[in-house]
């Protein structure tokens, strides 16, 4: 069973994605760690999204499938994928529906957690200073004007990708502004309509 995950940084995906992966043994899938990968290793791609992925722009769709495709037959990803973050636009979401169907696989649900702009900002503050606070550094795009860019760029995005999934049935809106708990019983109610005991 296939997942997607969409919402703005900081909306929680990070944590609901957890709980799946833990309570239906799905697999993590983020296009946004690939891509963090591929720079930490210095590859080819990693040199081209660079810069991108600083300013909080959105990385080409041909570098998008092709990472996809790539990742796509990792063993671990058999009993099912959370896709976080990975459709982004119009292109990809066709591209991903495409390779899954010519697997006789497809998205169950896309769940889009939805949280205001000013609360994001405060999260991301929290985030941030727990970073500092543990001796670590923070991402280099939880800086808060990057962030208004990537809310903005998810907001664009998400007018267009959204309704693609409801337009396939399978678009679930989620307050994400309730606590952690109760967005993990909306999700989990949805996900018990697809695997009834
Ligand atoms: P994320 O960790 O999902 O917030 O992604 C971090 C950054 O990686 C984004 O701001 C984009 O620059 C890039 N990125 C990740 N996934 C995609 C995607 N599917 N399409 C385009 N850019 C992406």
Avoid at 62 to 83: H, V
Avoid at 144 to 163: D, G
Wanted: proline fraction near 4%; avoid cysteine; charged fraction near 30%.
């Amino acid at each position: 069973m296939h997942i997607i995950l969409m919402g703005p940084p900081a909306a929680g995906k990070g944590t609901q994605s957890k709980f799946l992966q833990e309570k239906y043994g799905l697999a993590h899938f983020s296009t946004g760690d690939e891509l963090r990968a591929e720079i930490e290793n210095g590859t080819d791609i990693g040199k081209k999204v660079e810069a991108i992925m600083k300013d909080g722009g959105l990385v080409s769709d041909d570098i998008i499938m092709d990472i996809i495709k790539d990742r796509l037959n990792n063993p671990d990803f058999s009993k099912g994928i959370i896709f976080d973050g990975v459709v982004r636009t119009i292109p990809q979401a066709e591209g991903l529906e495409k390779i899954l169907n010519e697997r006789g696989e497809h998205i169950a649900i896309a769940f889009n957690l939805i949280v205001n702009e000013d609360m994001l900002l405060q999260r991301v503050e929290a985030r941030v200073a727990q970073t500092l606070a543990a001796g670590q550094t923070p991402r280099k795009d939880d800086d808060p004007e990057v962030l208004k860019r990537r809310i903005n760029e998810y907001t664009n995005f998400s007018k267009i990708v959204a309704p693609y999934y409801a337009e396939k049935g399978v678009l679930v809106e989620i307050d994400g502004q309730q606590s952690i708990k109760d967005v993990t019983g909306f999700i989990e109610s949805h996900m018990q309509r697809l695997t009834p005991r």
